[in-house]
Nanobody, 125 residues
Framework: QVHLVESGGGSVQPGGSLRLACTASGFTFVQSDMGWFRQRPGKEREAVALIAVDGMSRYVDSVKGRFTISRDNSKNTLYLQMNPLKPEDTATYLC???????????????????WGQGTHVTVSS
């Protein structure tokens, strides 16, 4: 049974930082491209950061230079370091695995599967 469990969300002031974690089980994490996504109220799910098995990463323009995606294959865990945070980063953040048949690392949520429940981030003064 596949499980993805996100953690690390919370409430911070603008300019603050958070580190999200996504712990995976039920599939071969080390062989899986992974991604972080976010869902803001009234908006479509958005890809935020992706990381391939070889460590290559991609980011949506709005978070470049502020967010860093990483992985620890020994712990089957995906991370997202977010700093500095802005009010527009407020959202539920989810992790997912790229569908293996998809050959490219693209910022397209439909190319991902095994979604976690998400962890909520609020950035407000």
């Amino acid at each position: 049974q596949v499980h993805l469990v996100e953690s690390g969300g919370g409430s911070v002031q603008p300019g603050g930082s958070l580190r999200l974690a996504c712990t995976a089980s039920g599939f071969t994490f080390v062989q899986s491209d992974m991604g972080w996504f976010r869902q803001r109220p009234g908006k479509e799910r958005e890809a935020v950061a992706l990381i391939a098995v070889d460590g290559m990463s991609r980011y949506v323009d709005s978070v470049k230079g502020r967010f860093t995606i990483s992985r620890d294959n020994s712990k089957n865990t995906l991370y997202l370091q977010m700093n500095p945070l802005k009010p527009e980063d407020t959202a539920t953040y989810l992790c997912a695995r790229k569908i293996p048949a998809v050959p490219f690392l693209r910022l397209i949520p439909a190319e991902y599967e095994y979604w976690g429940q998400g962890t909520h981030v609020t950035v407000s003064s």
